[in-house]
Structure formats: C-alpha cells, structure tokens
C-alpha cells in the first residue's frame, strides 16, 4: 500500500513552495489567501484526491465543486496546482493513452472521446494522440481480433466473424481495418 500520509505532504509542501512570482500570474479574480478555511479545506481535499491517482484539470475542478467548495477557492486551488506542476494536463492525456492502449485495446478515436469526457483539452489530446501511428492501430486491432479469434475456435465462421466485428467496432476502430483484421485472424487460427 502506497504511502498516501508522505504523499500527501509531499503535494503540501510542492504547493507551499510555490513563490510570490508564481502567486502573481494566477488571476486576479480568483485570488483567496493561503490562510482562508475555504482554501485549506480545499486544498487537502485536492491533495488526498491527487494522492490517489492523477486527474486532469477539469475532473479535480468537477470533483471539488461537487464536494461543495466555492468555485472561485476552486479556481485559485486549481491554478497553484497547475504553477506547482502537480496538475498537468498534457502529460495525464500521454500517461492516459499509453495505460489505455496497454490495458484495454483502445483505438484512437475510444481514446479521442474518453479523454474529452474527462475535460482535457484539444491541444493536450490531439498531442497526446500523435505519438499513435496507424500501423500501431492496425497491429492492435489485429491482436484483439488474433485473442478473439482463439476463444471462438469451436463455433461457425459467420459467429466468429460476427464476434470479433463487434468487439472492435465496440473499441473504435475503423470499419475497414475491423474488416481486414477479422479475416486474417480467423484465416490463422
């Protein structure tokens, strides 16, 4: 089990590191003090929920304000976090499509709609998707329709076909390469 007590004061002291210069680029608007009941309730709330795993900009805002924090403790809270370098969206979209490719077979377009559900932005998705070539996407298909195509072995071809169809199409990928990859694994196994 994690250390989520040493983490949690780790993410304190990042954050109470952040300098006056860091201070005076955040909003105007949403400047509250450090010292605020608001702010710090706020703020150990975000650290015990970044403890646990990282969160893009908009599911910490989405989690805080449903915890009932004013939006404007939220705002600030949100900027330092992001000055502190413990909020990066662009680098949770990257860590998200590497664990996501990894673990469940997603195509670009499954990743392209998750990440949006989860509030990143265009730029950090489309950056984070770049790095994903096309012969990446058809090799992965393939290997999701080659395990497939094993565990159907005993049942007619239309079946099989039918199977493997549905569970790419259900991962986003393209017709064409769902097509082309059924036939060649059912043709191998």
């Known amino acids: 089990m994690p250390d989520t007590v040493g983490t ?16 005076a680029e955040t909003r ?3 400047r509250i003090p450090s010292d605020d009941p608001e702010y710090k309730r706020a703020k150990k709330r975000a650290l015990n929920i ?9 599911e910490l805002r989405d989690k805080l304000l ?5 939006e404007d403790v939220v705002e600030t809270l949100i900027d330092k976090l992001t000055n ?17 490719r990894q673990s469940r077979s997603l195509s670009k377009k499954a990743l392209r709609l998750q990440m949006r559900k989860k509030g990143l932005p265009d730029g950090a998705v489309a950056e984070a998707l770049d790095d ?10 393939f290997s999701v ?3 497939k195509a094993h565990s159907t072995r ?3 071809r239309e079946v099989r076909e039918r199977r493997i169809l549905g569970m790419l199409a259900r991962r986003g990928f393209p017709t064409g390469i769902c097509l082309d990859v059924t036939r060649r694994a059912l043709d191998e196994v």
């Open 132 to 141: 994903v070539q096309a012969e990446d996407e058809h090799e992965l298909a």
């Open 84 to 100: 502190a370098n413990l909020l990066d969206d662009r680098a949770y979209a990257h860590g998200y499509v590497r664990a996501q």
């Open 50 to 58: 970044l403890s646990a795993r990282d969160h893009s900009s908009a």
């Open 66 to 70: 449903k915890k009932e924090h004013p």
């Open 154 to 156: 005993g049942l007619p």
């Open 28 to 30: 105007d608007d949403y």
């Open 145 to 147: 329709a080659m395990k």
């Open 8 to 23: 949690v004061r780790q993410l304190q002291d990042q954050i109470d590191a952040i300098s006056a210069e860091h201070a």
